[in-house]
């Protein structure tokens, strides 16, 4: 059969030398799931911006049902039939479901924006699809899943026959991934094309029929999902044999930081965390699991010092927190990996060398008579490169101008460059490739087995089950539930309390808070 | 104090109230049309004085409603102007604003001395013309409340009445149109629009005309109604007060009518108080307007936080 959309060796390099794409090749059949795969920085992205209009292609060509198309901008792709679905959604927060998806090419009655024939529209679209949303209240109300929905809407009320699906399942809990699985199936059922760019493997061989494997701004290749496996796909991907595992700890030491009867509140005083109990190890990692939004974030900001207590203590190695400054708890040995390495990381216009010892301005080794010891600043960064492998230019590169895998490398860097006795983890890999991913795993393992006791926090299931020794589950703000991390425990089992759906009895839940 | 609420509640005083509000209006609607397309125009004040220049000069050779357009026309050409630094050249739109500001205080008085041969204060020695007032004297023939009726409604100039034409026309095109919703998802949150085809930066530059000529109306009414005639700076801060009204009227058409209607009041306030305390100095009766634009701003954001707590505590 022939293909419905082709791009024949696209290249595409961006100004300033970056080459996204070199000789891409990708061929969609009609009616199929056909996931793109690859790391971060392997050009996927680039090659459907390129497919839905956004990027104009240097070299090679589209081709949509065997004819050479261009687009100069989304819209004409829109009108081609296809439809894209971005990681961050482009839906107006204050607008209504109905809004957001006819917005651009309302239903019109004269002048008049006709809101009923945009209201019955929609509902019949989201029938028909199974995709199940109530078209009225503003989209910025509704859970992430939902949101989805509405963007998924929108490319289908434009009549999206190919519909690419950016990185769908990052931002959703294992519950709603079925829910969107189940969506697709239906899109194809009723001779729609799915592209789905994803890097986690399980959920590609699970959703799609072919796949695209991208290394590098290449194509790899092309294989049926169903004659591949997960290491087979991953060390495609990869181009050399990668082991995602980590060793667990040993055994854990002495208590190290307890957190009793935490509450915290936003500025408006509204209550984001309470009852917060929980106690971490040294030579442990626990693993914060909860949707974003349920309070793991806050009660590391909390730890870190950056949030006010409501009320509660934490210790840290019998030494109450709650009145120490940020610098003091830092040189009580707590070391923090921040969600955001970009905003809250780095300082992306400073140097490598000078965010490798931003925190370090009170060290003598550094900091001389008020003056600055760039010499000394400068070996310190030589050596953290070379020992954290951070891929950049020299100690004197803008942090900002590194690859998302190598800042949050200097970050950690920075961070385990002298062995912390507290060391607070939030999504220490988003964004980050598998090869980096790896290293950073290790890193944080190695700091474990040096003695740091660990507060892991991820949206990414999978990371937390492989690194934690225990897991305690947030849900709305309060501790639901807690494991001691086993082969045996899930991603499905956990992503039932996440929700809510289930909840644990106290006594399982207080000997696995120990 | 018998007298000044003697004065209040005078037809009278209706009428300065409507007199004074009427440009407030249209530079509020103007500020708001801009302010949810996201670029924040500072420089209603540099528009309406331009307008109001131009629009003075145009009525000595011209019918009144020519000279209107004129400084409908002129007002939208800022906007237009600012556009092109902004959304081409990629200038802040702060500063952008506040160069037509600056443009507007130093061109005034020069293009005022240039076409008055030499008066750089007024445009007194100009015959300009002036927008009619609208007689509604037939209204007296009602029974009862006629005279009443003829009293508040009569004598106001054609552009009040546009006013609150325009009321409604902003609130029907922002919310009852596709373009007004174009606009409100552009202010928001552009990278939905721009998802959807919609070409961000156009609609931005058209709010931007959109605002510069309802600046522009504005200004003439200020220079061909509320006084006959030029005097430099005559726009006194009216710029600024209409974009507090903006936010005071919670970004909606009918909250900045209610707020320039607030301002309004206080500036006819400002203008029959001298007359009944004398011992009061005058500069500190001008003063009213503004302070009462700082208050009704400070109690503004206070109660919007309130709300916002109150808000997010409902939720939980």
Redesign the interface.
């Known amino acids: 059969m022939a293909p419905l959309l082709e791009a024949i060796s696209i290249g595409k390099t961006y100004p300033g030398g970056t080459v996204a794409n070199d000789g891409v090749n990708l061929s969609v059949s009609a009616g199929e799931v056909h996931a793109v795969v690859g790391e971060n920085g392997a050009g996927k992205s680039t090659l459907m911006k390129i497919l839905f209009g956004i990027e104009q292609p240097d070299r090679g060509e589209i081709r949509l049902d065997g004819k050479v198309v261009s687009f100069a901008n989304p819209r004409e792709a829109i009108d081609h039939g296809i439809g894209m679905v971005f990681q961050h959604f482009s839906l107006v927060p204050s607008f209504s479901v109905y809004e957001n998806v006819v917005l651009g090419s309302e239903p019109r009655n004269g002048i008049k924006f006709d809101r009923r024939e945009a209201i019955e529209k929609v509902r019949a679209l989201s029938e028909k699809f199974r995709l199940a949303v109530d078209p009225l209240p503003p989209v910025g109300q509704l859970p992430v899943g939902q949101q989805q929905r509405v963007e998924i809407l929108k490319a289908l009320y434009r009549d999206a026959r190919i519909l690419i699906l950016d990185e769908p399942t990052a931002v959703l809990a294992p519950q709603e991934v079925e829910e969107l699985f189940v969506a697709v199936r239906a899109l194809v059922a009723q001779g729609r094309t799915v592209i789905f760019i994803a890097h986690k493997l399980p959920e590609v061989l699970e959703i799609s029929d072919r796949i695209t494997v991208m290394r590098g701004g290449k194509t790899v290749g092309s294989v049926n999902a169903r004659d591949v496996t997960e290491e087979s796909l991953a060390t495609m991907m990869v181009g050399r044999e990668i082991a995602l595992r980590v060793e667990r700890a040993k055994g854990r030491g002495e208590l190290a930081c307890e957190v009793k009867a935490l509450k915290l509140t936003a500025e408006s005083g509204v209550t984001i965390a309470q009852d917060l109990n929980l106690k971490v190890h040294s030579g442990e990692i626990l693993g914060l699991v909860g949707v974003e939004g349920n309070g793991q974030a806050e009660l590391l900001e909390a730890i870190a010092g950056l949030r006010p207590l409501a009320d509660g203590v934490i210790y840290l190695n019998g030494t109450s927190l709650g009145p120490k400054s940020v610098l003091e708890r830092r040189e009580l040995g707590l070391a923090s990996i921040p969600e955001d390495r970009i905003a809250r990381g780095l300082a992306t216009g400073s140097t490598i060398a000078e965010n490798l010892v931003a925190t370090r301005l009170a060290d003598k080794r550094f900091v001389r008579n008020g003056l600055l010891d760039l010499k000394a600043i400068k070996a310190n960064a030589l050596s953290l490169i070379e020992r954290f492998s951070i891929r950049s230019g020299g100690p004197g590169y803008a942090a900002g101008t590194l690859s998302g895998g190598n800042m949050q490398k200097v970050v950690v860097a920075r961070e385990l460059s002298e062995q912390p006795k507290l060391l607070l983890v939030n999504q220490p890999t988003r964004g980050v490739d598998l090869g980096a991913t790896q290293f950073i795993w290790k890193s944080l393992t190695d700091a474990r087995d040096g003695g740091a006791a660990v507060l892991l926090s991820s949206a990414d299931l999978s990371e937390l089950l492989a690194l934690s020794d225990r897991l305690i589950v947030f849900y709305r703000g309060k501790i639901v539930a807690a494991f001691v991390n086993s082969d045996d425990l899930t991603a499905e089992t956990l992503g039932t309390y996440m929700l809510g759906l289930s909840s644990q009895d106290p006594e399982s839940m207080r000997a696995a808070l120990q | 104090m018998i007298e000044l609420l003697v004065t209040v509640f005078s037809a009278t005083f209706f009428v300065t109230v409507v007199r004074t509000t009427t440009p407030l209006l249209f530079a509020a609607l103007g500020g708001l049309i801009s302010d949810l397309s996201g670029a924040l125009n500072v420089a209603l004040e540099g528009m309406m004085l331009i307008a109001a220049l131009t629009a003075v000069i145009v009525s000595v050779y011209a019918p009144w409603y020519v000279a209107v357009l004129s400084g409908v026309a002129a007002g939208a050409m800022l906007g237009a102007l600012m556009a092109f630094f902004h959304l081409r050249l990629k200038a802040d739109i702060i500063l952008v604003g506040f160069a037509v500001n600056i443009l507007a205080t130093g061109g005034t008085v020069f293009a005022l001395s240039r076409a008055t041969g030499g008066d750089k204060g007024t445009s007194i020695n100009l015959p300009s013309k002036a927008v009619p007032a609208v007689d509604l004297s037939f209204l007296e023939a009602i029974p009862a409340v006629g005279p009443t009726l003829k009293s508040l409604l009569s004598g106001h100039s054609i552009l009040s009445w546009l006013g609150v034409f325009m009321v409604f026309a902003v609130w029907y095109f922002l919310f009852?149109?596709?373009y007004?919703?174009?606009l409100?998802?552009v202010g928001?949150?552009p990278?939905?629009?721009?998802?959807?085809?919609?070409p961000v930066a156009k609609v931005r530059a058209w709010s931007l005309v959109a605002s510069g000529a309802l600046a522009g109306i504005g200004g003439a009414q200020l220079a061909m109604f509320n006084y006959i005639g030029f005097t430099r700076d005559m726009t006194a801060g009216r710029g600024f007060i209409a974009l507090g009204a903006v936010l005071l009227g919670a970004r909606h058409p009918v909250g900045a009518m209610l707020a320039a209607l607030l301002f309004g009041i206080f500036e006819a306030l400002a203008v029959v108080m001298p007359n009944l305390f004398n011992w009061i100095p005058g500069e500190m009766i001008q003063t009213i307007p503004f302070v009462v634009t700082v208050l009704a701003l400070i109690l503004f954001s206070y109660r919007a936080q309130r709300a916002?707590?109150m808000r997010?505590?409902s939720k939980?």
């Open positions: 009852r149109t596709p007004g919703l174009w409100r998802g928001e949150y990278a939905a629009p721009e998802a959807a085809g919609i916002r707590q997010t505590l939980i």
